[in-house]
Structure formats: C-alpha cells, structure tokens
C-alpha cells in the first residue's frame, strides 16, 4: 500500500504539469474534458457565457446562476448523516492528453522501473490497451477517478486505474462510481447556496418581557435556488432544486414561548412569517415568540433555521426526486426588556 500511495502522489504531481489547464474563460471551460488533475481534489475554474455563471470541478460543469446571493448566503446542512458522493469516475482525457500526461510520468522516472513497466504493458502493449488507443481518437475518452476530500471517509475508494469509454457505450459494471445524473444531483447539492436567516422582529422600539414579537423573512429572498451540474462531452446533466417549507424559531431560553408552540412557522404563499402592521401588537402572531424574562444586561441568542425541501431532475428523469431535507439558520441577538409602569 505505501508503494500505490507513493505513485499516486507522483502522478498527481507530474499530472499537474501535463493535464490540460483549466482556464478562466468559458471557451475553455467548455473545451476542458476532464477540469481537473487525476488522484487530486477537483480544481475549479469558471466562467461566463450569455449571462450564465460557470465553474468546473472534477469534470463537471455547475451552472451556479440561480443560486442564493448576497452577503449572508451559505451552503445547506443536509439533515441526518447525508454527504455527497466521495468519489466518482468521469471522462477525463482524449488520446494524445493521456499519452502526453503519461509519458511525462515515466520520464521522470519517480513511480519506480516496475510500475511504468506495467503501465506501458497496460496502455501502450496492448494488454489490454495499445498505443493510449490513439487509433480512437474522437471516439471515447479515457476515465480517472476525481476524489472529494471535503467528504471523508471514502475519497480513496475510487482505485479503479484510468479506463477507456467508447462514445454511447455505458462505463464498465466495475466503476458503479461513474458519473450519472444521481451523482451529478448529489454534487450539485453541495453547490447550493441559500440566503441568510436573519429575521425581522416587531413591534419596533426594542422587545418587551410577555409581549408578542411578531417574526417574518423577507419574501423577495426566500424563493427555491437551484444548482445545475453536467458533463457536456457525455451529453447529460442534472438540477437541484431546494424551496423553502418552514422557518423553526429557538429563542434561546427556556423562558419565552414561540407561536405556534412548536416553533415552527410553515411557508405560506411566498412567505414565513407574515410582517408586524401598526394595531396588531394585541394580537397573536402566526410567527413568533413571546419571551417571560428580561434578557437583564446581555440578550437572548435566538437561533432562526430555515428547512429546505431538496429535488432533483435529470437528464432521462422527468419526474422530481426527492434527496434529504437541508437546514440553513444563524443567531442573532436579542435584548428583552421589562414593560415600565409608573406607581402612583
């Protein structure tokens, strides 16, 4: 095992060198077949073409234009113990960048006179490949596996040494890793950014020990995000899509109530939480919390976490997919003071 670690770092050192570069413009983008270094986490680049974001990472491309903005954006925390997928295959060479990047591994003679033996007995022998199968050229693509290191365990379980695809044909049943329209929604999870959580609390003018605060989003920001990833040289791409459902208020202690009394405020329309209006402060809000104690000195660190309902569509899947609940929330400050009264 040292030895295969040993050889995969020097691949990916003299790959770095070789591979084709991936580059700031979207012409490049596009042209790019695999976006990035085998053995290596996905490097990214990005782009603009008619107005759409781009960026590409592990031969992918994702379509980031429809994703949440702003200062207080920030990525989805899948509910339970989902994660992305660890690793995956994707097309990632024409002949001649395989044969170019290899060579320049054996050349400098780092992975040891055995390894490049089998190597050039593997891609260059015919067995089973011959001569980096530069007869194919505009055929098929060679195929390297892309780790994702932000999501261990698992990135290194993707061994599989690069294999070749023929166009239209389905990648061997020993890679169940290869890139598909699943994988691609997975990745695209991981790219969605939604907006910050920071709620607008009324009546105005500071809040008051057992008065009603009402509480409410912004509507204009809250509205579904989507991600699309796709592979262009395979012809097929995937969206993710997450909505808004419910907004769940913590106030931060145990002395205050929330409305409803579970905390949670669903999305009615394209709103959470319906805005205070001056003559309702007698009423009960639909979204909100009422806290018992003052605050004294410091405040209450109410948390306000948004759910978002997940999906996804596809190339050769029409009908929405369901992927696990994310939360996105953040806390924010709030001092509650005692309702003044004059004795006479």
């Not at 770095?16 to 596009?30: F, I, R």
């Not at 929604?185 to 950014?193: N, P, S």
């Not at 419910?246 to 002395?255: C, E, M, N, V």
């Not at 209006?277 to 410091?298: I, M, Q």
Request: glycine share 10%; charged share 25%; aromatic share 10%.
């Amino acid at each position: 095992m040292p030895a295969m670690k040993y050889r995969s770092a020097a691949l990916t050192a003299v790959a770095a060198m070789t591979c084709v570069a991936l580059s700031t413009t979207p012409a490049a983008a596009e042209k790019d077949i695999g976006g990035g270094t085998p053995g290596a986490t996905p490097d990214v680049s990005g782009g603009q073409k008619d107005g759409t974001l781009l960026a590409t990472a592990g031969g992918i491309s994702f379509d980031r234009s429809k994703n949440g903005s702003g200062p207080r954006t920030g990525a989805i925390a899948p509910t339970g113990t989902y994660s992305p997928p660890p690793c995956w295959y994707a097309p990632t060479y024409t002949p001649a960048e395989f044969k170019k990047e290899r060579e320049a591994v054996w050349a400098v003679d780092s992975t040891g006179h055995q390894w490049d033996l089998e190597q050039q007995e593997r891609y260059v022998k015919g067995k089973p490949y011959k001569n980096f199968n530069m007869d194919k050229a505009g055929k098929g693509y060679w195929w390297t596996s892309f780790p994702n290191k932000t999501y261990p365990p698992g990135w290194d379980k993707c061994t599989k040494e690069t294999f070749w695809v023929d166009k239209g044909d389905p990648p061997p049943p020993d890679a169940p890793e290869a890139i598909d329209p699943e994988i691609l929604a997975k990745l695209a999870y991981a790219e969605i950014r939604v907006p910050g959580t920071k709620v607008s609390l009324a009546p105005e003018g500071g809040t008051k020990v057992n008065l009603p605060t009402w509480a409410w989003l912004d509507g204009a920001e809250f509205k579904p995000v989507s991600v699309t990833a796709r592979v262009d040289v395979l012809d097929i791409q995937a969206t993710t899509t997450a909505t808004p459902v419910s907004l769940k208020i913590d106030p931060g202690t145990a002395d205050a109530e929330t409305y409803p009394a579970d905390g949670v405020c669903d999305l009615v329309g394209d709103k959470i939480g319906t805005p205070y209006a001056k003559g309702k402060s007698k009423e009960t809000p639909p979204c909100g919390v009422k806290y018992l104690r003052s605050s004294g000195d410091g405040s209450y660190p109410l948390k306000a976490t948004v759910t978002w309902k997940i999906s996804w569509t596809g190339t050769g899947v029409t009908e929405e997919q369901g992927l696990p609940d994310g939360e996105f929330g953040a806390e924010q400050n709030v001092v509650v003071e005692e309702i003044q009264s004059i004795n006479r």
